[in-house]
């Protein structure tokens, strides 16, 4: 029996749709590439990174610092910002020994909803050819975008948007607050920001060091979360801040030899995560584990974002 021939008038099956897929075998790697100079924070290209720290830790100063950096050799930097003006950052630029070149690399947004806008940020960066683009701070931001920093659907909502903006473009640098008192450095708020970051770097005085115009402090920088291990070590860094007279500053960043600062012998968060590490079973959200520590609810919660990293 002749098998009959299939009909030229009859409608071809529809597939169904897949998903779109590339071998691993054919991506071509990428590495991250630092754009700061070995004389400031350490930030690269497509990563996104934070510098968190209580008021007058020298965050902002440590922001400026890195935006003059990348200026003055050449690059365009975008600054988004709600709580300093254009003026403010002039002020701050001027006391660092800005050259009027870098001062024109150097673009200032007033802080609105448009800062997290992945269109038109990505193509203001395509515009300057930008090699770095500031939020200062998180809470202006959210405030602007979003219900509450503590929300964390919201606050996911937000960071995915500046995760987008620096996909494989410039560097994202974000200043932002903890919690005082909590004993640690890592963002306020919902653990999707710390979640979200590539790098997020603490910022805190060094013991006995006070924030002058004539006298020196200093700030320790530590190492709170590196997800790709870009800086090959967790070693601390320290900003020496060397008043010159006049309302001038000269930032230095040196790499600190001895031992790192995160979770420090005596840190009650360092006695909280190996707690919780020691569950059986372990929590299944911060909730969980605060029902069952008991204990400060802000201290817990950091100590469960830490110990979901280091998962």
């Known amino acids: 029996m002749t098998p009959a021939e299939p009909d030229p008038t009859s409608p071809t099956p529809l597939k169904p749709p897949t998903l779109k897929t590339t ?104 515009h300057l050819d930008a090699k770095l683009v500031v939020w200062d701070s998180a809470l202006s931001l959210i405030s602007r975008t979003a219900r509450s920093e503590n929300d964390n659907a919201e606050v996911s909502r937000v960071y995915d948007d500046l995760r987008e903006i620096v996909r494989n473009s410039a560097g994202g640098l974000i200043v932002d607050h903890t919690t005082r008192g909590s004993g640690t450095l890592i963002s306020r708020g ?25 006298n020196d402090w200093t700030s320790t920088i530590s190492v709170e979360k590196d997800r790709h291990g870009l800086l090959g070590d967790r070693q601390d860094r320290e900003a020496l801040f060397h008043p010159l007279g006049s309302g001038a500053l000269h930032l230095e960043i040196t790499q600190s030899t001895g031992s790192t600062h995160r979770l420090a012998a005596g840190n009650p968060i360092t006695a909280l995560v190996n707690r919780i590490d020691e569950m059986r079973p372990p929590p299944t959200s911060a909730n969980k584990a605060c029902e069952a520590l008991g204990g400060t609810r802000a201290q817990v919660l950091t100590a469960y974002r830490i110990w979901k990293e280091n998962q």
């Open 190 to 214: 919902a653990t999707a920001k710390f979640n979200a970051l590539d790098v997020s770097y603490g910022v805190r005085l060094t013991d006995g060091s006070v924030p002058g115009k004539t």
């Open 23 to 126: 071998p691993l075998s054919d991506v071509v790697p990428v590495d991250a590439v630092r754009v700061s100079s070995e004389k400031a924070i350490p930030l690269w290209l497509g990563q996104l990174v934070a510098l968190v720290g209580e008021g007058e830790s020298g965050k902002t100063w440590l922001a400026c610092h890195a935006v003059l950096d990348l200026a003055e050799a050449g690059h365009h930097v975008i600054i988004c910002d709600g709580e300093m003006s254009a003026a403010a950052w002039l002020r701050r630029f001027r006391q660092l020994g800005a050259s009027e070149q870098a001062l024109g690399r150097a673009h200032y947004v007033e802080m609105d909803g448009h800062a997290k806008d992945v269109a038109l940020v990505r193509a203001t960066v395509t």
